[in-house]
DNA sequence: TATGAATGAGAGTTCATTCAT
DNA sequence: TATGAATGAACTCTCATTCAT
């Protein structure tokens, strides 16, 4: 029973990993099987079909991703720990959880309907409804006079593309720039700050 | 001749939506033939395999895309004008040309290695390193004391971000915070305005 | 697991008989599939490929063979009995296996290195050096004074083509002649003997 | 005209190499097109069909290859000069056209009923029959107590395979006794002479 | 004669999925 | 739970052949 246990586990884990590396059209379940060591039959005994397999592991990223993002939302009392916050809990999120970050891009890539039904299924389990909460916060403070973008939309389009393409656009702007960057790890710290930065002297008022 | 012209032609554009449709993996050479209305074996007699098409077409895309970005970095004098400029040209673009923006997105995502050969070979055939521009830029900015921040990693890493994925992440977005946007010219404008605003506050001294 | 085997082993079967009436590249999966009476796909699910499929069987066959002529040589204590024995057992052998003959005689042809570096293989996990003892016991019969080919290569290559080439051209020779051969068993012993009767005459002293 | 004359010709001699290469089933159009320097659809308006083509060759061949033994039997007034013609005669023209000699080889193992009828073909726009005449040859032989076959059918299987196979059957040789051989002039000129003194001490009386 | 484009049938191969045990 | 065998549809790619010019 235990082994059990650990293969159905252990399937989640290795095809994570492999939806990340080849999105859902280029993964192979056949590889799947392989790096878990459990046999091919079996990932159709727990998950049935390889569509569902993927989906369970979109709403488990994401089921452990956002409670993270809500509470760096809940305890930012001023918009400038906002801007402090969310930052760095996004990308340090993504930098130990790559994966999850490259399926998610996938979604928004390929079928943005897809995350989004996922995520608005997350939030109806929730009695205090998210959006509703951030909205309120952003009118608050923009009518408090202190941030200088009242659109939530926008404001929030112009936090979450800094966090999420930090990682993935740094080879490319190593190749745009013809930059090497060797320590990842300054790096990371670096940018966090940089986005800090730039989000705080550009909309606080 | 004329025929045959439009076909091989015919192929790319359809290709290219293909593949930003479904990803290299889920993209289907027989849907790419139906859809251009050609024998599927045509395929393969102009582009010898899905692999070199999918190629071919990267490499179109950006090719068109970087003298576009190069001219409006070249254009902008002051640093103001290249936060406004940079913007407006990228996301103008990706919204005419969202199958390019996702086949970018895909290969940033799966491969980073690919795009970013693709870029530095595309660079090596122009005569100015384009490289050695942009820095040249930004350091001059920066001792004359116009802008913030000095690393032109960080600094390009605090622009295109939000350029690439204000366009894609913008469903995403609209679940989070429950809102429907209707319409979105209007959409786009403001947000190549708020960006902008954003990096000019944020990064001008 | 009966089954199976049995499925695995009628592929090889039946796959011998294609690649031996059509040679490699008029073979055709599906029609070996088709007589073995298993999925097509199972062929690669053994064999991984065609080209492995025709590796595996001329290396069964020639594993086959191989021991046989090394016993035909190995108990010639004369070579009286070395021109007996040989043309006996190569030829019975190919009557009864037309199909690895075929095949044997389509490599020669077509890519001799294929087929020589096999059975260089195949000595190779002998431990007595096949090559070696032949040599020297030809050269040992010539030192004696008892045959007058003194050079194993010119021996071996007066024996072996009669032995191959008897029943590949039994029916080039009947259209030579304009003469049906009608009774095959009687053939096989004649030609059998007619070609030991020219060895001993032609080549023991 | 002059250049579609040397077209038409062109292509016989690339696909004589290319079918000798690879067998019907290998062989490709394209590359025999790319090689004779011609549009692919020149071998269909000057030959209508692979298949035509490689009937027309191999029946080319025969017709260049027959009349030479013809001659050399001819010429034999003894069974000493027939043992010393006609391996002489075959080798020498296998080793200048191996193509020939390839494709014989191939129709043999796969279709001999496809030669055997060519060679047939061929004999009946001769006005005395080759057969009897050769028949007749060997009988008179025999009747005078020259040779010790009667029979011509193993008579002529003790010569042909040996003419044959000295080419095609020399690098498996070699590999089985582990062997090289280098000048390959002298080895043609030794392995005429071998076989020839084989037949000579092992047939005639 | 000559060409490049086009075609359709079918080749080998892959893959998610199911079955029997 | 677990396995190896099996399946069928679909995939990329090939190839002899034909068409339009």
Chains 1, 2, 3, 4 share one sequence.
Not at 69 to 83: D, G, M, R, T, Y
Not at 95 to 102: H, L, P
Not at 141 to 164: A, F, M, R, T
């Amino acid at each position: 029973m235990k082994k059990s246990q650990s293969s159905k586990e252990k399937i989640l884990r290795v095809a994570l990993k492999e939806f990340a590396a080849y999105g859902f059209g280029g993964a192979r379940v056949e590889r799947i099987a392989r790096q878990a060591g459990v046999n091919k039959a079996m990932i159709f005994y727990y998950y049935s079909s390889k569509q569902n397999l993927y989906r369970i592991i979109i709403k488990n990223s994401l089921l452990e991703l956002i409670p993270k993002i809500q509470e760096a939302i809940a305890v930012s009392k001023s918009p400038e720990q906002f801007f402090e916050n969310l930052p760095k809990v996004y990308i340090q999120y993504f930098v130990k959880n790559q994966a999850v970050m490259r399926m998610i891009g996938f979604e928004l890539i390929q079928d943005p309907g897809n995350i989004t039904s996922v995520v608005r299924d997350i939030f109806t389990n929730i009695p205090e409804s998210p959006p509703d909460l951030l909205k309120n916060k952003i009118s608050i403070w923009y009518q408090k006079g202190l941030i200088s973008e009242p659109d939530p939309v926008h404001l929030i389009l112009n936090i979450i593309p800094l966090c999420i393409f930090s990682i993935l656009g740094k080879p490319m702007v190593e190749a745009i720039l013809d930059i090497k960057i060797k320590n990842n790890i300054d790096f990371i710290d670096k940018r966090i700050n940089s986005i800090s930065n730039l989000l705080k002297k550009g909309m606080l008022k």
